[in-house]
């Protein structure tokens, strides 16, 4: 799968290669099954980014006391938690957050 983007940009404004594109499967304790097409950004294999569109289209609720996702799929509640398994069985924690874009006035952030 191509990658739509070829750059994003990271905090301070620079860019960031993106590099591919990773299908990933999340299976709520319903089993059903959600995907998400992430992009791969060079330098960053240990972290993982719900986008914010994403999270707003399927109403999504962070719990991070819990450590899970969720959000109503129909009639019923789908709930993600935030640990994955690679394919080789071994466990790893992806860590999720919400960013968004803000535009600042100018004189917001004043030098010291």
């Known amino acids: ?3 739509p983007v070829d750059y994003v940009e990271g905090i301070g404004g620079f860019l960031l290669d993106v590099v591919g594109v ?11 099954k959600v995907i998400v097409d992430a992009c ?3 330098g960053c294999t240990d972290e993982f980014l719900l986008g914010v569109d994403f999270m707003r ?7 991070f006391e819990k450590n899970e996702v969720r959000y109503r799929g129909g009639e ?7 640990r994955t398994r690679d ?5 790893r924690v992806a860590a999720v957050r919400m960013a968004g ?5 100018e004189r ?5």
């Not at 289209?57 to 719990?63: N, R, S, W």
């Not at 394919?87 to 466990?91: K, R």
């Not at 917001?108 to 010291?112: A, G, R, S």
């Open 101 to 105: 874009k803000v535009q600042l006035a």
């Open 87 to 91: 394919g080789s069985g071994e466990v």
């Open 40 to 42: 791969v950004v060079a």
């Open 108 to 112: 917001t952030v004043t030098p010291v």
């Open 57 to 63: 289209a399927k109403g999504v609720t962070m719990d």
């Open 1 to 3: 799968m191509e990658a």
């Open 22 to 32: 990773w299908r990933f499967e999340l299976h709520s304790v319903f089993n059903e």
């Open 76 to 82: 019923r509640a789908v709930v993600i938690p935030f």
